[in-house]
């Protein structure tokens, strides 16, 4: 039976328990070939250090800002021993040795480091590139447009002056401020008729502007005529001041009535003063004005603004034939005829004058008479016969004495030579002859 051997140190002579490599002694090594060199190229003996395994550091926690869960320590490196400087390895029993510096784990390269995101920076250095260029071009736009505006504004605004200053030439300094006019009047006292109703111009006044017409309160220039109107018809007459009345300036142009102090009809007998203005873009000298009442389609009449202008070829003329006559056995006598561009508070129509007969008729017969001028006078001149347009005879009594009328007849105004005829009358006891009366006016 086979006994088992006893290893001991072979430095101190400890028992050394199987499979021990070093003594617990004195921690000499128990391999009795131990103290034999090896072999090297260069006959120099180093002493070998026995391989350790190679270890593996945990690589280092990742950021904390990546994981919520704390790092994990790591684990500290082995510490390894070297021989004193002249000594053998392993140390003698009773020798001191010190530790080696402790181990370092090697340093992480930058690739495996982890790498910040990266990509926010930069597209947050973009967005603050673009903003920055986004808000340098939207300055350059609000300032080119501000320029741009100012510069049409001043543009606009000289074009306003230049146009309001050409059309208030002689109304202002020759800076472009505007200018008062001083107020002129110019006396006239020039009567017309017009639609019956006489009318006469007192005076014409010129300014800038008049307190009591707040209607045309933004007209350069006012022209103002004062007026005094009298109505001797048995009518209201309405004369349409915006529609009849007008300025006719030197150029030919014409400006109508832009407003008047009392519009509406004038009653029967009715004398009242009115004033009519009419507004201009210019200043002018008012001699050079002229006054045109009458509508597009009406008899006008052109009256010049200047102090007593003669107008006598617009007043009424009259004559007195009284001229006799005898006619369905009455006694007549055509006593007056007046010619007028205006009758029963109408104007005559462009080219035409109103011709009115004031007849007297004495009856003395035993019935009485009805003329029915519509239908039995006539008024002739040339070639042209008239009907009657109005007539204020009604029945002429038995008896009587002195009864007047009047007819009315609407004739061209180129005519100076008339006829009045009475026609023949069938159906009266005796039958009654056409009767004709000449006069000129």
């Given at each position: ?17 199987p499979g021990?490599?070093f ?13 034999k ?23 280092p ?42 181990y ?18 930069v ?24 320029f ?22 002689g ?28 009318v ?66 004038i ?51 009259t ?13 007549w ?37 009805y ?34 009328g ?10 100076t ?22 006069f000129?006016?």
């Amino acid at each position: 039976m086979a006994q088992s051997s006893q290893a001991f140190c072979p430095q101190c002579g400890t028992p050394v328990p199987p499979g021990q490599r070093f003594c617990s002694n004195c921690g000499a090594s128990t391999d009795p070939g131990f103290s034999k060199p090896t072999a090297m190229a260069s006959g120099e003996y180093v002493p070998q250090i026995p391989q350790q395994p190679t270890q593996y550091s945990a690589p280092p926690p990742p950021p904390a800002s990546s994981y919520s869960q704390p790092a994990q320590p790591t684990p500290a490196p082995p510490t390894y021993y070297a021989p004193q400087q002249g000594q053998g390895f392993p140390p003698q029993q009773g020798q001191n040795f010190a530790p080696q510096q402790s181990y370092q784990p090697a340093p992480v390269p930058d690739y495996a480091k982890p790498q910040k995101d990266s990509s926010r920076s930069v597209l947050g250095q973009m967005g603050c590139g673009i903003l920055i260029v986004i808000l340098i071009i939207v300055g350059i736009c609000s300032g080119a447009s501000f320029f741009a505006y100012r510069f049409l504004t001043s543009a606009a605004s000289s074009a306003s002056t230049s146009t309001t200053n050409s059309t208030t030439t002689g109304n202002s300094n020759g800076n472009g401020t505007p200018q008062s006019v001083p107020a002129t009047t110019t006396q006239m006292n020039a009567a017309v008729t017009y639609a019956s109703v006489d009318v006469t111009i007192v005076n014409v006044q010129k300014a800038s502007s008049f307190t009591d017409d707040t209607g045309l309160s933004n007209a350069p220039i006012v022209i103002r005529l004062n007026i005094k109107e009298h109505n001797p018809t048995t009518n209201s007459v309405y004369l349409f001041y915006g529609d009849n009345f007008h300025l006719i300036l030197p150029d030919g142009s014409s400006v109508a009535a832009g407003s008047e102090q009392t519009g509406g009809g004038i009653g029967q007998a009715v004398t009242r003063n009115n004033w009519v203005d009419f507004p201009l873009t210019a200043d002018v000298d008012v001699s050079k004005l002229t006054l045109r009442i009458g509508g597009a389609n009406e008899a006008q009449m052109d009256v010049p603004l200047t102090t007593s202008p003669d107008v006598s070829k617009y007043q009424l003329k009259t004559i007195t034939p009284n001229a006799a006559f005898n006619y369905a056995g009455l006694n007549w006598t055509l006593t007056t005829v007046t010619s007028g561009l205006s009758a029963d508070g109408k104007q005559a129509t462009t080219g035409m004058r109103y011709i009115v007969v004031t007849l007297k008729a004495d009856n003395h017969t035993q019935n009485s008479f009805y003329l029915f001028a519509g239908d039995n006078a006539r008024l002739q001149a040339g070639s042209t016969t008239s009907p009657p347009t109005s007539n204020t005879f009604n029945s002429i009594a038995a008896g009587t004495t002195g009864t007047t009328g009047t007819i009315t007849f609407l004739m061209p105004q180129s005519a100076t030579s008339f006829t009045l005829i009475l026609l023949a009358q069938s159906g009266t006891n005796p039958p009654t002859t056409q009767v004709t009366t000449n006069f000129q006016i």
